[in-house]
């Protein structure tokens, strides 16, 4: 016999709105635990972790502290990917939500470089790089936890609550640590620093309790039931889905307009060379992740209706224009322009990308493979974005005052993403049952090659 294709009224019932708040609370939480680091990264870790001596240099080990952990998601992402596909999404998305939380408490427990010298930089490294595996695997598994639970005419809107889920946790992160940062100065480096990475543990037991009560995917299910689990999916991932494999990692480079924002904006604006406090900048990031939660959903509704690609292309190709425009205005010191264009830069037009990538780059794969494609793809891209930030520390010359090269090397970054969308497929309209198989025409096409 053939195999067919189960229809999608043989699938058991999923559970959409209960996985679309998994997903959101789940990816806030850990996404609180992930970016409070990127904060501290900017404005505390160079004074504490690193030799004052040379701030300079202690800035920019700092940031590439903040990269370390994108360095480890690829790794991650090949045992977490190759899991998720073998035992289900449920399992991964409650594995990784305890490992953040744990590395993110133990980052607030650390000694200092006055405590214990260059041992202190060595463990907060380790601990970055627990943060990076763990964050491998999150956003792969809520997301296709979502999307295998969603109904397919809403699957960009289901899936969009996990990316709006990271702009909660941003935000989160970002209103602690706006009382924190306002400190006195021997306090905020002695022990107010540490207090967001303490609440961690809270995280970790609110994402557990919430994750374990959700179902597996019925698309997971009726996968295990009827055609077995992939032995080995990543051998069939690059063997039937490489092209898409590229085509995510290309698309994830995006990121590198998050990473840049939220850390290197950050330390620019707060920096000699412009002298806006650290509450202000603190504020820009809070407000657009606050606009963020309302424009990723709509992008999102707006994708079910004209596709995926389209809206992506919004996001991409705009937010390289803003980049440019956003940074100039943070070197004019106007604290309103900053405000104004960053909101529209980070809270509108990037969301365009950022909130509809779930379900673009998660309807390229077979329920097979999909957790395994989503993860190595987009964590590859992730890790080049997370560096971007030492790289824009680099390029922004002695001073750290060339916000122009910055915006270009950012816009550059978002040339692969717009080449990924103009050449992949139209997806929002495929069954989920169908999606990752070819269509007639390329068949057709695999046959004629091989006859």
């Known amino acids: 016999m053939s195999s067919v294709p189960a229809a999608p009224h043989d699938a058991p019932p999923g559970q959409p709105k209960k996985a679309a708040t998994a997903a ?34 202690a800035t920019l080990l700092s940031l590439a502290t903040f990269g370390v952990a994108y360095a480890a998601r690829p790794i991650g992402a090949l045992f977490l990917g190759h899991f998720g596909d073998r035992l289900g999404r449920k399992k991964i998305m409650v594995f990784t939500l305890i490992l953040m939380g744990l590395s993110t408490f133990l980052i607030g427990c650390l000694p200092t470089r006055d405590q214990i010298g260059t041992l202190a930089p060595v463990l907060l490294v380790i601990c970055r790089v627990l943060q990076g595996i763990s964050a491998a695997g999150e956003q792969a598994s809520a997301n296709s936890m979502t999307l295998e ?40 480096l002695s022990w107010g620093w540490r207090i967001p990475f303490w609440l961690s543990i809270a995280v970790a037991v609110v994402g557990y309790v919430i994750r374990r009560t959700l179902e597996e995917t019925p698309a997971f299910t009726q996968q295990v039931e009827s055609e077995g689990i992939a032995k080995l999916p990543l051998a069939e991932l690059l063997r039937s889905h490489w092209a898409d494999v590229l085509r995510v990692i290309a698309g994830a480079l995006v990121a590198s307009v998050s990473t840049i924002f939220t850390v290197w904006a950050l330390a620019y604006g ?52 803003l980049m440019f425009v956003y940074l100039w205005a943070i070197s004019t010191g ?85 080449l990924a969308a103009v050449t992949a497929r139209e997806t929002h309209k495929v069954p989920t049952e169908l999606l990752g198989e070819r269509t007639p025409r390329e068949n057709a096409g695999r046959e004629k090659v091989a006859a």
């Open 24 to 57: 959101w609370i789940g990816s806030a939480l850990e996404y609180y635990d992930f970016f409070i680091y990127g904060s501290a990264a900017a404005l505390i870790f160079p004074e504490v972790f690193f030799d004052e001596s040379d701030p300079a240099t």
């Open 149 to 188: 639970h969603a109904p397919p005419n809403r699957r960009g809107f289901f899936t969009s609550f996990t990316l709006s889920g990271t702009q909660g946790g941003q935000l989160l992160a970002t209103l602690i640590f706006i009382p924190v940062a306002a400190l006195p100065e021997d306090q905020l």
């Open 270 to 321: 707060t920096s000699d060379a412009v002298g806006l406090s650290r509450s202000s900048m603190l504020w820009v990031g809070a407000l657009a992740n606050l606009v963020a939660l309302g424009a990723i959903p709509a992008w999102a509704v707006l994708s079910d209706r004209i596709g995926r690609r389209p809206v992506f292309l919004v996001g991409a190709a705009g937010s390289a224009i």
């Open 334 to 418: 106007s604290y309103p322009l900053v405000l104004l264009l960053g909101i529209l830069t980070f809270g509108v037009v990037y969301s365009a990308a950022n909130g509809i990538w779930p379900s673009f780059y998660g309807e390229m794969f077979s329920t097979r493979v999909r957790l395994s494609g989503m993860a190595i793809g987009t964590q590859i891209g992730f890790a080049v974005a997370g560096f971007a930030v030492t790289f824009a520390a680099q390029i922004a010359g002695p001073n750290g005052d060339d916000w122009f090269a910055v915006a270009l090397f950012t816009a550059a970054l978002c040339v692969p993403p717009v």
